[in-house]
């Protein structure tokens, strides 16, 4: 079982990270900013407990604009 303390370290790190890919999708690259934001979600939720629902989501196929 996970913390409080660690979920909120997860948060802590994740945030500004999410933060700048919402800045490259604005300025530069909303396609690949969307796709790492993606990665980064997957991330959180890998640290939190729930591999199996992102390894289903990855087996999915993706399509952007």
Known sequence: M???EEKKKI???AI???K????????EDT???HCAADALLCEILDKL???ELTKIFW???RWYA
Do not use: S, V
């Not at 700048?20 to 300025?27: F, N, P, R, Y």
């Open 20 to 27: 700048e890919l919402k800045k490259k999708a604005l300025e």
């Open 31 to 33: 396609e690949g900013a």
């Open 59 to 61: 087996e999915m196929e």
């Open 16 to 18: 500004p990270r999410m």
């Open 49 to 51: 407990g729930f591999k």
């Open 11 to 13: 948060l802590d790190e």
């Open 2 to 4: 996970i913390t409080d």
